[in-house]
């Protein structure tokens, strides 16, 4: 069965809380047809963006993984993001195009497990060298499948140029957050 996963960690300028959780749950509930299972990990000893190195701890998950972050708007059907072929994908970064954005991602369980065994060990170096998660799952995963570009799009971007007619995910990379506009 398909697991939608988020996560709830305090953030380095702002705070997460239940009423995010509860908000994605209801998006992917109205945009999601096939079964699945839907769990918000609470429990990653890493602050920040960071706790979500927590998502690809060995044995956490089984079959197939959709990861949305809190402050994202689902705008359409999120069936074929979760089924896009290729053991581990994510989308488009649009500030850089050598980086990933992890604010959505798609992976078998089991298939990513090396990014999580290898920030053990060297958590303090990673979080004191690189800017953040994305960096470290682009540096894990160079060759990561994206999703199409218009699947996932950003709102910044949006507000310029307009949104595709396939978006089916708004990510909200930075300020605002989807709450702070109208």
């Keep these: 069965m398909l697991t939608i996963g ?3 960690s305090e953030g ?3 705070t997460y809380n239940k ?5 994605l749950e209801s998006m992917v509930a109205k945009h999601l047809k096939q079964p699945y299972q839907f769990v918000c990990i609470e429990d990653s000893p890493f602050p920040g963006w960071w706790a979500k190195i927590n998502l690809f ?3 956490r998950f089984q079959g197939r993984i959709l990861y949305l972050d809190l402050d994202v708007t689902v705008t359409g059907n999120i069936d074929d993001l979760a089924n ?3 053991s581990f994908v994510i989308c488009r970064d649009w500030a ?3 980086v990933f954005n992890s604010s959505v991602m798609s992976w078998d369980a089991g298939t990513a497990d090396n990014i999580y065994n290898d920030f053990l060990p060297v958590s303090d170096s990673v979080m004191s060298m690189l800017h ?3 960096d470290y799952i682009t540096m894990k995963k160079p060759d ?3 999703f199409p570009r218009d699947w996932c799009w950003s709102y910044r971007l949006g507000q310029r140029t307009g949104y595709p007619k396939d978006m089916r995910v708004c990510v909200y990379h930075g300020f605002p957050k989807p709450w702070e506009v109208t």
């Design 57 to 59: 701890q060995p044995d």
């Design 12 to 14: 380095p300028k702002r």
């Design 19 to 23: 009423s995010h959780v509860d908000r």
């Design 96 to 98: 850089s195009l050598s």
């Design 144 to 146: 990561a499948v994206k």
């Design 84 to 86: 896009y072929p290729g």
């Design 132 to 134: 953040g998660d994305q």
């Design 6 to 8: 988020c996560v709830l």
